[in-house]
């Protein structure tokens, strides 16, 4: 089964006001076994333009678990801190398994 991927592309525009967004999701990100794979970071584009600041990439065992943690109550709660400090979008990405 292909994993499910979050993938994110924000700018944040109150970096205080959005702290407790980031504090807040981590447990809920490892809660549903999911992993960082990209949070943030240095990036470097090769390509095209970049209007985003930051880029995320959440790793989930599934699409059905990255949507369970995007609909957790708890989630909705915290994502409006998101919402109200930031410019951006979330997707979901059903992951590619390689053909051996």
């Known amino acids: 089964m292909p994993k499910g991927y979050i993938i ?7 970096a205080e006001a ?4 980031m504090e807040g ?3 809920l990100v490892v809660e549903y076994g999911g992993t960082y794979l ?3 970071g240095e990036k470097n584009v090769v390509e095209g333009s970049a209007p985003f600041e930051r880029i995320v990439v959440i790793e989930f065992d599934s ?4 949507q369970k943690f995007y609909d957790d109550p708890r989630y909705v709660e915290v994502r409006k801190i998101r919402t109200e400090n ?3 979008f979330l997707a979901q990405v ?7």
């Open 86 to 88: 930031s410019d951006g």
């Open 38 to 40: 990209v949070r943030g």
């Open 63 to 66: 699409i059905e678990t990255a």
């Open 25 to 27: 999701t981590t447990p």
């Open 94 to 100: 059903v992951g590619y398994d390689m053909p051996a």
């Open 18 to 21: 959005y702290k407790p967004y």
């Open 8 to 14: 994110g592309m924000i700018t944040v525009n109150d």
